[in-house]
């Protein structure tokens, strides 16, 4: 099965896939340090369909990033799967799985994670060169279509120290779109933004999913998560609800 077919994409308005995109099954993750061991996640089970808004909440360190870092591939389980699209990513090796992140998973994180001395359009066109996809000019039309569709259009040749909190975060979200992924992710994606922007940014994250887009969120805000079609409550390790 290919990347492409894995995912199933829903219309605009119309309800969320009842097949599975993301399946965890018996995932635990075990962080080592000399003979100190901490338990993260203790045995998680959580399954969410394609097309779905979805908002993981718990107190910190309950283990909301680490699934987060098991759905993209960013970390791998101690034991258990990791099932996405099809695909058990746990079982890719590094290379693969690389490139299965950046053709499937875009991420937004916190503190937006631009490169200071490139431009919007440079920071944003970067998952497109990572994966050599296009020509050049067809890459920098992309990634300046997707800073349009975040509403930065008018500000491509900004650097990051020339935009707002809200600005860069969009900035970011732009990046993720880069490779037009079907599942967004977000570690705490508004954690770093003011009220105000901080909602901005998440009717940003809806009009996505309302275009087909899976969106998996984790916050703090319990007003944003519970704007989410569904609310993941994570506690000690364990899917405490949702």
């Known amino acids: 099965m290919t990347s492409e077919s894995a995912f199933a994409i829903r219309q605009p308005g119309s309800p969320a896939s009842t097949r599975a995109l993301i399946e965890l099954a018996g995932v635990e993750k ?26 993981i909440v718990g107190p910190s360190g309950s283990g ?14 101690t034991a258990g799967t990791v099932t996405v ?6 079982q890719l ?15 937004v994180f916190q503190f937006f994670q631009l490169l200071p001395t490139l431009t919007a359009l440079e920071n944003s066109v970067l998952p497109l060169d990572f994966a050599r996809r296009g020509s050049k000019r067809e890459r920098f039309e992309r990634a300046a279509h997707n800073l349009e569709l975040v509403g930065l259009g008018d500000k491509l040749d900004h650097l990051p120290a020339e935009l707002s909190g809200g600005e860069q975060q969009r900035v970011a979200i732009a990046r993720a779109l880069a490779c037009d992924p079907a599942l967004i992710v977000g570690d705490e994606p508004t954690g770093n933004l003011d009220t105000h922007t901080a909602a901005d940014m998440f009717e940003l994250l809806a009009r996505l999913n309302a275009e087909g887009k899976t969106v998996l969120y984790v916050t703090h805000d319990l007003s944003l998560a519970e704007r989410a079609h569904r ?9 405490a609800g949702g």
């Not at 909301?64 to 389980?77: E, F, L, Q, V, Y």
């Not at 699209?85 to 746990?90: A, F, S």
């Open 64 to 77: 909301k990033s680490t699934i987060i870092n098991m759905i993209t591939g960013i970390d791998r389980p």
């Open 85 to 90: 699209g099809g695909e058990r990513i746990d």
């Open 93 to 107: 090796n590094e290379e693969a799985l690389a490139s299965w992140r950046g053709e499937n998973a875009g991420i």
């Open 231 to 239: 609310v993941v409550t994570i506690r000690d390790g364990l899917v």
């Open 30 to 55: 075990v962080y080592r340090n000399g003979k100190l061991e901490y338990a993260a996640l203790r045995g998680i089970d959580l399954s969410i369909p394609a097309g779905e808004l979805v908002a």
